[in-house]
């Protein structure tokens, strides 16, 4: 939420912010490269039907990564 907070003030307000990625918008906010997984993408359903996924996710977040989750 409180990233939302600062996403919004860069860009003046929350409706100004309304829509999008999540991916973008921590692009925006770290100047770092976002990577994305596709639930419906053939090798992320490989990873998520081994338990692999949430594995990477519970490693991702003992090291403090950012993380979010959008849908269409």
Partial sequence: MLIEKAYAKMYGSYPNIDG???HAAFADLTN???DVL????ASVK???NTGELWEKLLFWNSKSY????GSP
Avoid: C, E, K, R
């Fill in 66 to 69: 950012l993380m979010g989750a």
């Fill in 46 to 48: 490989i990873m998520y």
């Fill in 32 to 34: 770092g490269a976002p």
């Fill in 20 to 22: 999008g990625y999540v």
């Fill in 38 to 41: 596709d639930l419906t993408n």
